[in-house]
Nanobody, 123 residues
Framework: QVQLVESGGGLVQAGGSLRLSCAAS????????MGWFRQAPGKEREFVAA????????YYADSVKGRFTISRDNAKNTVYLQMNSLKPEDTAVYYC????????????????WGQGTQVTVSS
């Protein structure tokens, strides 16, 4: 059974940084997409970033390009989201997810989801 456990959220001032972690277990993820999504209050969940479990491809939403970096540690079965230059509009619950599909940004192709971690950026 696939389990995804996020951690690393918290409260930070605008301009600050946080690193989110997603520990994955339950199967091998070779070839899968590992993605980060977020949902702000009153808004739909949106794509943030994704990477293949194997290989070097990365994908980012335009709103986070140049500020966020997705990476992984295969030995630890963990995916990270380094968030720099945070803005109040980055405030949301952040979720990691796993997809066997072919499109990194396609939310409906992600079958497994973590419980989410809250990120709050104060102005």
């Amino acid at each position: 059974q696939v389990q995804l456990v996020e951690s690393g959220g918290g409260l930070v001032q605008a301009g600050g940084s946080l690193r989110l972690s997603c520990a994955a277990s339950g199967r091998t993820f070779s070839g899968y997409f590992m993605g980060w999504f977020r949902q702000a209050p009153g808004k739909e969940r949106e794509f943030v970033a994704a990477t293949r479990w194997s290989g070097s491809s990365t994908y980012y939403a335009d709103s986070v390009k140049g500020r966020f970096t997705i990476s992984r540690d295969n030995a630890k079965n963990t995916v990270y989201l380094q968030m720099n230059s945070l803005k109040p509009e980055d405030t949301a619950v952040y979720y990691c997810a796993v997809s066997r599909g072919s499109r990194a940004t396609a939310q409906n192709e992600y079958a497994y989801w973590g419980q989410g971690t809250q990120v709050t950026v104060s102005s």
